[in-house]
C-alpha cells in the first residue's frame, strides 16, 4: 500500500509563505500523477496542482502566478510552495498520488490533511 507522508501547514499572515511536502512511502512501480488538493469548511475538494500524466503541472485558477508546483525526481516528494497567501486560501491539504503499485496493480493514495489557516 502507498502512503504519503505530508508536512508543512500552520498559520500564516496574509501575505505570508508557506512550503507543504509530500512524499510517498513504500514501494510503487510507477507514478502517474501528484499534488495538492484543499477543502475549506463548507466547500467540496478541489484541485490545487497536481503533475498530471502528461508529465504537466494543472493549477486551479485561484492559485496561478502565487503557488508552485516542484518535484523532486527519484524520490517521489512534491513540494507545494505558497506565496502571497490570502484568507481564502485557508483550508485543510490533502495530498493525493496515483499510479502503478506492481505492474498490474493501481493505487490512488490520500495523506492525512494538513492545516493551513491564513489569518491577521
Known amino acids: 500500500q502507498v502512503q504519503l507522508v505530508e508536512s508543512g501547514g500552520g498559520l500564516v499572515q496574509p501575505g505570508g509563505s508557506l512550503t507543504l511536502s509530500c512524499a510517498t512511502s513504500?514501494?510503487?512501480?510507477?507514478?502517474?500523477?501528484m499534488g495538492w488538493y484543499r477543502q475549506a469548511p463548507g466547500k467540496e475538494r478541489e484541485l490545487v496542482a497536481s503533475?498530471?500524466?502528461?508529465?504537466?503541472?494543472d493549477y486551479a485558477d485561484s492559485v496561478k502566478g502565487r503557488f508552485t508546483l516542484s518535484r523532486m525526481y527519484g524520490m517521489d516528494t512534491v513540494y507545494l510552495q505558497m506565496t502571497n497567501l490570502r484568507p481564502e486560501d485557508t483550508a485543510v491539504y490533502y495530498c493525493?498520488?496515483?499510479?502503478?503499485?506492481?505492474?498490474?496493480?493501481?493505487?490512488?493514495?490520500w495523506g492525512q490533511g494538513t492545516q493551513v489557516t491564513v489569518s491577521s
Open positions: 493525493n498520488a496515483r499510479g502503478y503499485e506492481t505492474t498490474t496493480t493501481t493505487f490512488d493514495s
Open positions: 513504500g514501494s510503487l512501480f510507477r507514478l502517474i500523477a
Open positions: 503533475f498530471n500524466s502528461g508529465g504537466a503541472t
